[in-house]
């Protein structure tokens, strides 16, 4: 079977789009350069209220991560945002300044330690010309995690958070929290039944504030890490050969957690820290003989004890 060569008579590439609806530029009268341009934004009068947080959220951007745990550096994916306030007289805020100080210190090769973070929105603050900045992160964090008996590796995560506050003539705000998953064993059921127990999968939400006298801190993530799987029914491991999910699973009929012990027991440990001020804690189970989930929290500010 022979096949014949058809050759399209195509228009030139500036026709094809004209075809499709392109039309030429039109001639105006309005300026072209920054200077003579109208700065809508920078308009000074009565605009009724002033703003909390005007800014960019959800920007995705590459962040250095360090770590006590391996990898030490880790180049992981955040999710941002900037923010800053905004007075009563102004009409807005020039938020390509934002992604500006965002680039400048992504060639710096910023990284997420805390202090960094504090002279971001201190900076922020000034070049905005504005009372108040933000910063918040949101990424996900991998470290490694050997099996317990074999000593197979690999690479588990969490979801880390920093949100940093600045405020002239103010020491900075400074929240870190993290998300970890666990295993939790049913006492209820370890107790009532003659042989075995359900357990299932448990998220540990974290939240802390963080006193900025004590930067710099050590590695918060693996602070809190420790916290949440050290009172977990077993912590989660990328690979287990059948020694290992012996040992796993031995380890978790033994150490039998509601959420309500999770709380507590997390709680305490974040009470112990010297750095925290105050702290958070929520553990949803995904019941794997319910169709719901079994949830627990606490909040504690260790500064009300003064009051007391």
């Known amino acids: 079977m022979q096949f014949t060569k058809i050759q399209l008579a195509l228009p030139a590439k500036p026709e094809r789009h004209r075809r ?11 300026p072209t350069t920054k200077e003579q341009m109208v700065d809508l934004q920078n308009q000074q009068k009565d605009f009724l209220f002033s703003i909390d947080r005007v800014g960019i959220c959800r920007v995705r951007h590459p962040i250095q991560i360090r770590s006590e745990m391996a990898p030490t550096l880790q180049t992981s994916i955040a999710t941002i945002s ?64 050997s099996a317990p008996v074999t000593e197979h590796t690999g ?31 049913c ?45 977990a029914s077993s912590a989660l491991h990328p690979i287990l050969k059948r020694p290992d999910e012996k040992r796993v699973t031995e380890q978790a009929y033994e150490n039998p957690r509601f ?13 112990e820290m010297n750095a925290v001020l105050a702290f958070s804690v929520e553990c949803r189970n995904e019941e794997s003989i319910h169709l719901h989930d079994a949830v627990a929290a606490i909040y504690y500010d260790k500064r009300t004890e003064a009051t007391h």
Request: proline content about 5%; overall charge negative; charged content about 25%.
């Open 20 to 30: 499709f609806g392109s039309v030429d530029p039109v001639s105006g009268n309005k």
């Open 82 to 145: 900037l923010t800053t306030s905004l007075e009563q007289n102004s009409k807005g805020i020039n938020m390509s300044r934002l992604t500006e100080q965002l680039e400048q210190y992504r060639q710096e090769g910023w990284t997420t330690d805390l202090p960094e973070l504090c002279h971001f929105a201190r900076e922020l603050a000034e070049r905005m010309n504005q009372r108040k900045a933000e910063i918040r992160i949101d990424f996900p964090w991998f470290y490694e995690r």
């Open 155 to 185: 690479l588990n995560h969490a979801d880390a958070s920093i949100r940093v506050a600045h405020e002239i003539q103010k020491p900075p705000k400074i929240t870190i929290g993290m998300s970890v998953a666990v295993t939790t064993l």
């Open 187 to 231: 006492p209820c059921s370890k107790e009532i039944s003659e042989y075995s127990a359900h357990n299932q999968r448990g998220t540990v939400a974290i939240t802390a504030e963080i006193d900025p006298a004590a930067l710099p801190v050590q590695d918060w993530k693996t602070a809190l890490l420790a916290a949440a799987e050290s009172n």
């Open 259 to 271: 959420v309500e012990d999770m709380v507590r027991l997390v709680a305490a440990d974040l009470y």
